[in-house]
């Protein structure tokens, strides 16, 4: 089975923090993405990747960057984080071509 | 313009009863995938059922089925025999530029909750 895990399930981090979230899938797939889940607004791509160091803005980058040294890794970086930042962050992979993406479990971060 | 509806933030249903969960999505590409996936409480995101524009029967896996009205652009799950562990967020989520590549990027809605109800 395909599993994609994340560092934490739970963060809290103080505005102005630098914080890191990691992802790592272990099916070899070329895609991995990042979303940021609210209520009432469903996931929002934030930053996704197709290759190693390749990376592409999704719809919301701003107070965001992303990392991708190795295939298997994909971590979100909040430069600054500010308290709009709190929130449900899931990391998904997906192979090339047509398929669904595998979630991770997902990372509760509060800001305060 | 949302690219992906989802007009019922939260449904009610009967154990053993089937329910139907909306979805209109908008796009110009003549190939998409339009996918649903479910929500536990426990937060994570379980792939349900896959349909291609392309593909001209509806969908079906186990008691998931996709009722694909192309020409109104409705991609509605098809819950039957609910069963309380179907109670759980529900998203519609799409993939536009199959042809085109575009690293497989979905869309999502802003889904709905089911509660299944003895």
């Known amino acids: 089975d395909v599993k994609v895990t994340q560092s934490s399930r739970y963060l809290v981090k103080r505005t102005g923090e630098k914080v890191f979230l990691e992802c790592v899938q272990d099916?070899?797939?070329?895609?991995m993405f990042w979303y940021r889940q609210d209520p009432g607004l469903g996931l929002r791509l934030i930053y996704f990747?197709?290759?190693?160091?390749?990376?592409e803005k999704g719809d919301i980058p701003e107070g965001y960057s992303v990392s991708r040294e190795k295939k298997e890794r994909f971590s979100l970086i909040l430069e600054s984080a500010s308290t709009n930042q709190t929130s449900m962050y899931l990391c998904?992979?997906?192979?090339?071509?047509?398929?669904?993406?595998?979630f991770g479990p997902g990372t509760r971060l509060t800001v305060t | 313009a949302q690219k992906i509806t989802q007009t019922q933030p939260g449904m009610f249903v009967q154990e053993k009863e089937a329910v139907t969960l909306d979805c209109t999505y908008d796009?110009?590409?003549?190939?998409?995938?339009l996918f649903w996936y479910k929500q536990p409480s426990s937060g994570e995101m379980i792939f349900l059922i896959y349909?291609?524009?392309?593909?001209?029967q509806n969908a079906t896996e186990g008691r998931y089925s996709l009722n694909f009205q192309k020409a109104r652009k409705s991609a509605n799950l098809v819950i039957s025999a609910s069963q309380l562990g179907d109670s759980a967020m529900y998203f519609c989520?799409?993939?536009?530029?199959?042809?085109?590549?575009?690293?497989?990027?979905?869309?999502f809605g802003t889904g709905t909750q089911l509660k299944v109800e003895l």
């Open positions: 998904a992979s997906s192979p090339p071509g047509l398929s669904e993406q595998y």
């Open positions: 099916m070899d797939h070329e895609n």
């Open positions: 990747s197709y290759d190693v160091k390749m990376k």
């Open positions: 796009t110009s590409d003549q190939s998409y995938g």
């Open positions: 349909q291609g524009s392309y593909d001209e």
């Open positions: 989520a799409m993939r536009e530029g199959l042809l085109t590549g575009g690293g497989n990027k979905l869309t």
